[in-house]
């Protein structure tokens, strides 16, 4: 398996501006999680997916923040509007219960 | 809400000496406990995992041990190499959700 796979590697985007994110899980893992990474705040876990089901989006920091799972190879993170602080590397990654978490590389985004 | 603690935050060793990284939780009804290493840029790489029943856990340099009751887990990396540096980050798994400490920032010096 190629591991799990993100894109795009890097965003830039104006302020206002509705970003997406995408995630493609590793094939059979029935958990999806998002994360953010800041300086500030370290790894923040945004929301999370069991068997294509959002169970928990209590780290969705604003309205502005969505979350989708249409099926169990694909996620996107999307961001509407965008503002500078939403700035980060936002993570995806997945697992099988109770077993080993493997994460995707990232999407650096950065909002001007 | 669990918080993961990882002290020191950096540290900075000569090349072959023993790494002895810590990370402390609050809430021991964990799941299980992961290490990850994360280089500059780059995504989170799995080192080990430990589930809740385990006291320890090895991979060639490394050995990771776990004590629930006491809310602890201790990383130790063999023989350290300039390879070996990186930001190691400690996470606790309860509730299938992991939380994250900030990590240690190894430096090996050759």
């Known amino acids: 398996d190629a591991g799990v796979i993100q894109s795009p590697r890097h965003e830039v985007t104006e302020m206002g501006q509705e970003v997406t994110l995408r995630c493609k899980p590793i094939?059979?893992?029935?958990?999806l999680f998002w994360y953010r990474q800041t300086m500030m705040r370290g790894l923040e876990l945004l929301i999370y997916f069991n068997n294509n089901v959002p169970i928990d989006d209590s780290g969705m920091p604003e309205d502005r923040f969505s979350a989708k799972m249409p099926n169990a190879s694909f996620s996107t993170l999307k961001i509407q509007p965008s503002e500078p602080r939403d700035s980060a590397v936002y993570f995806c990654?997945?697992?099988?219960?109770?077993?080993?978490?493997?994460f995707g590389q990232g999407t650096r985004l950065t909002v001007v | 809400k669990q918080e993961v603690t990882q002290i020191p935050a950096a540290l900075s060793v000569p090349e072959g000496e023993n790494l002895v990284l810590n990370c402390s939780f609050t809430d021991s009804a964990i799941y299980n406990l992961q290490w990850f290493r994360q280089d500059p840029g780059k995504g989170l790489t799995s080192l080990l995992l430990?589930?809740?029943?385990?006291r320890e856990q090895t991979s060639g340099r490394l050995n990771a041990s776990l004590d629930k009751s006491s809310g602890r887990s201790t990383l130790y990396i063999a023989a350290s190499q300039p390879g070996d540096s990186a930001t190691y980050l400690c996470?606790?798994?309860?509730?299938?959700?992991?939380?994250f400490g900030a990590g240690t920032t190894v430096t090996v010096r050759a």
């Open positions: 990654a997945s697992s099988l219960v109770g077993q080993e978490a493997f």
């Open positions: 430990i589930q809740s029943s385990q």
């Open positions: 094939s059979g893992h029935d958990y």
């Open positions: 996470a606790v798994v309860n509730d299938y959700k992991l939380s």
